[in-house]
């Protein structure tokens, strides 16, 4: 979806358009964007402040003739940090000094700043507080009540079948079943996907 291996077959479409990702750049142009699991790596450049982080994807908005305003960079950021409650509430501190909570809060403010269309939340909650993991799912559910389509992909039965409205399960790659959330418990999801029950088509168990 986000790029980062090509396609063997099938296509892609976001509000009926369909889209040509080959790259992580073609699906952020797109407005696609994704949260991954290893923010620390992948997410992240710890030794930045959160300022810098969090506008990394929107230098065309902070930057002037080439340049980063430092004002309205540390505008867009605060602007973040105020919506997603960012501890400490310092658009100076340095990333690798935040909790794990808000360091994936800092690498979600970077893609609300930019306003994205999709959001692949790969892991979404690893190494996350209680209290974090709550804000975070209310904010991917505020997302979703905007409009936005939200993908998570997750390991946890617990967090797919408290944040999501269906359920892919998926091996190797392919779908082997859809399941939605309506009654659904962590216990038969597990189940599910340990092959213990089927389900047919429309949802009935085989």
Not at 53 to 68: F, I, M, P, Q, Y
Not at 80 to 99: E, H, K
Request: hydrophobic share 45%; glycine share 12%; net charge positive.
């Amino acid at each position: 979806l986000y790029g980062l291996r090509r396609a063997r077959a099938g296509t892609v479409r976001l509000d009926g358009e369909r889209l040509r990702i080959r790259s992580a750049a073609d699906a952020v142009k797109a407005g696609m964007v994704l949260v991954p699991r290893d923010r620390r790596n992948d997410g992240l450049v710890l030794p930045m402040t959160v300022a810098e982080n969090v506008t990394l994807a929107t230098l065309h908005e902070t930057s002037v003739a080439g340049l980063v305003s430092a004002g309205r960079q540390r505008a867009s950021a605060e602007a973040q940090i105020g919506r997603l409650d960012i501890r400490p509430p310092n658009a100076a501190a340095v990333t690798r000094y935040l909790s794990g909570g808000n360091q994936q809060k800092v690498v979600l403010g970077r893609w609300l700043a930019r306003k994205a269309r999709a959001y692949l939340f790969d892991e979404p909650t690893v190494g996350v507080d209680v209290g974090a993991k709550s804000e975070i799912y209310a904010l991917m559910h505020g997302l979703a009540r905007d409009g936005a389509p939200v993908l998570v992909s997750s390991c946890d039965p617990a967090e797919l079948v408290g944040v999501c409205d269906r359920i892919l399960v998926m091996m190797r790659g392919r779908i082997l079943t859809e399941v939605p959330t309506a009654g659904l418990t962590v216990d038969r999801l597990v189940a599910i996907t340990t092959g213990a029950v089927k389900i047919g088509e429309g949802g009935d168990e085989g």
